[in-house]
């Protein structure tokens, strides 16, 4: 089974408007934290925002948020206002055992985003 | 500007060819990766050091050869690769344990010919 599973590979959204990006992962380990890049074109993975399985809170960064739903087993990143530099390749990650120094990052496919005017 | 440095950011080599990538991180991590992306697949992990020792080779062809000299500095050598690697190799870094985010750098843009 896989491990981080995105399952749109492409979304449009108008500039201002906010959008929701999809992810759900499957792990058996109780510690684990989940995360969030944006890839633009030119290839740099840039880190957004991270949850931690234990966080009793969503985590937030500015316009970004992670919608997660523990016993659903999903951490959707949700972007408000979208802006025409939001438009980039989006990746959700798992890192597990962390108590353990779990140090393997699982990545999902992506979700292509484009803001259009 | 990112704390993980890349070099060079584009490379183009002949299968019978010798080259290396280098990677740089600022921020006094002391464990780093390398990642290959191709197109149309997810990021796989090839190789984690952490404290400057290997604890970690995804079954990656010998072709490959990582090389980790101190905690701040990751090379990833490269000899008679196939037209097949050619990809996105992303080096990335972080603190060993515990809760810290994976930070990567730009990427290195590698095409076999």
């Known amino acids: 089974a896989q491990k981080i599973t995105q399952t749109q590979p492409g979304m449009f959204v108008q500039e201002k408007e906010a959008v929701t990006l999809d992810c759900t992962y499957d792990t058996s380990d109780p510690s684990y934290g989940l995360f969030w890049y944006k890839q633009p074109s030119s290839g740099e993975m840039i880190f957004l925002i991270y949850?931690?399985?234990?966080?009793?809170q969503n985590a937030t960064e500015g316009r970004y948020s992670l919608n997660f739903q523990k016993a659903r087993k999903s951490a959707n990143l949700v972007i408000s206002a979208s802006q025409l530099g939001d438009s980039a390749m989006y990746f959700c990650a798992m890192r597990e055992g962390l108590t353990g120094g779990g140090n393997k990052l699982t990545f999902g496919t992506g979700t292509q985003l484009k803001v259009e005017l | 500007e990112t704390g993980v440095t890349q070099t060079p950011r584009h490379l183009v080599m002949g299968m019978t060819n010798k080259k290396s990538l280098k990677c740089e991180q600022h921020l006094g991590h002391n464990a780093m990766y390398w990642y290959k992306q191709s197109a149309k697949k997810p990021l796989e992990l090839m190789f984690v050091y952490s404290l400057e020792e290997r604890v970690e080779n995804n079954s990656v062809p010998s072709r490959f050869s990582p090389e980790c000299p101190n905690s701040s500095h990751l090379f990833l050598h490269l000899h008679t690769l196939q037209p097949e690697d050619s990809a996105l190799y992303l080096c990335?870094?972080?603190?060993?344990?515990?809760?810290?985010?994976?930070?990567f750098g730009e990427g290195s843009w590698l095409t076999v010919v």
């Open positions: 949850q931690g399985s234990y966080d009793q």
């Open positions: 990335a870094s972080s603190q060993v344990k515990g809760w810290h985010t994976i930070y």
